[in-house]
Nanobody, 113 residues
Framework: QLVESGGGLVQPGGSLRLSCAASGFPQEYPFSRYGFQWYRQAPGEERELVATITTAGTPIYSNSVKGRFTIARDNSKNTVYLQLNSLKPEDTGVYYC?????WGQGTQVTVSS
């Protein structure tokens, strides 16, 4: 199970930190053995891959967020984070956490003045 939180309404240039709390992993295949992705979906648009973090903690970003967003993981807390800085109106959407099998319910990010 993946549960996102941390979304909200923020002005352009502002920041948010999203969290994805993961649970239900089998003992033989724990959280630390999964890579995770953050996706976002704007109204009327397809879901877009924003960032990936590998099992080794290596981050990969889409060109649209590179230099502004930071993905991280805390294996001791079974949690993945996405730090959103220098937000733009085009960053508005529902942000989802994904582990190649499961999706969270999403958290809404709205960037507007």
């Amino acid at each position: 199970q993946l549960v996102e939180s941390g979304g909200g309404l923020v002005q352009p240039g502002g920041s948010l930190r999203l969290s994805c709390a993961a649970s239900g992993f089998p003992q033989e295949y724990p959280f630390s053995r999964y890579g995770f992705q953050w996706y976002r979906q704007a109204p009327g648009e397809e879901r877009e891959l924003v960032a990936t973090i590998t099992t080794a903690g290596t981050p990969i970003y889409s060109n649209s967020v590179k230099g502004r967003f930071t993905i991280a993981r805390d294996n001791s807390k079974n949690t993945v984070y996405l730090q959103l800085n220098s937000l733009k109106p085009e960053d508005t959407g529902v942000y989802y956490c994904h582990d190649a099998t499961h999706w969270g319910q999403g958290t809404q990010v709205t960037v507007s003045s």
